[in-house]
């Protein structure tokens, strides 16, 4: 509100009533919205400032600039989708909302790991521990070692955690399983043959993603096409120019 009542203007689009206070302004409900899932503390926006919100809301237009290049080559179930012609991948729901899930470029993978009830197995990847359980036995055998003494007959938690370079999603947990479960059940063999496959799966995307020019360069796909986004907001690229331009970059 202004000295006199008045109503503030929306610091970000200049248009619309900023109904929400900002450290450096105000942002009107549609500003706001465009930022869903990727600004942090989502629910203390007086905390948050301009730049805050601009920023979200580039990440939020760059994740649908992905979302709509991305076609998928390879899935294992719902859990994750695979694009390797464009070098994507992501795991749906993950934003919060199962139409606009979180896409990352394969060079944003840094480690993941199989951790079953408190017991993990792991690599830069899940690498050579799995690696080997995969060949003597699979990963059925390799939880068996894991849940070690404290349960020999049934496991009660399996989960695959994920780490990426992103800030806000640097962290996914694909749970598979969430209560105790047998190991001579159908439900713990056909969790084990998933498992598997997502390992699988992680392992190709870890050893495809040190052939892309970016990974090599320190420079992501997703920091290019922003560049490339930013300017074309900016008008020093038209729509086509920018289309074919991002086609490049992702085609890597």
Request: net charge neutral; charged share 25%; with cysteine.
């Amino acid at each position: 509100m202004g000295l006199f009542g008045g109503k503030e203007q929306c610091s970000i689009c200049h248009e619309n009533i900023g109904k929400h206070k900002l450290l450096d302004g105000f942002v009107c409900d549609d500003c706001l919205k465009q930022t869903t899932g990727y600004l942090k503390g989502f629910l203390f926006v007086s905390k948050h400032t301009k730049n805050d919100i601009i920023t979200a809301q580039s990440a939020a237009k760059l994740n649908s600039e992905k979302l709509t290049t991305f076609s998928e080559t390879d899935s294992v179930g719902d859990h994750l989708k695979i694009d390797r012609n464009h070098k994507l991948w992501l795991t749906p729901g993950i934003a919060g909302s199962k139409e606009n899930p979180k896409v990352f470029c394969f060079d944003d993978l840094i480690d993941y790991e199989l951790i079953v009830d408190k017991s993990s197995i792991k690599k830069s990847g899940l690498g050579s521990a799995v690696a080997g359980g995969l060949l003597f036995g699979g990963v059925g055998a390799i939880v068996g070692g894991a849940a070690g003494k404290k349960s020999l007959d049934a496991i009660s938690s399996l989960k695959i955690r994920i780490s990426t370079k992103d800030e806000m999603f640097n962290s996914l947990i694909i749970s598979l399983l969430t209560a105790k479960t047998k190991k001579d059940s159908f439900t713990y063999n056909v969790t084990m043959d998933v498992s598997q496959k997502l390992i699988s799966a992680l392992d190709m995307i870890e050893s495809e993603k040190s052939s892309s020019p970016s990974a090599i360069s320190g420079t992501s796909v997703a920091d290019e096409i922003l560049k490339l986004k930013q300017l074309l907001d900016a008008g020093a690229l038209t729509e086509q120019e920018y289309q074919t331009q991002k086609e490049k970059v992702l085609s890597r």
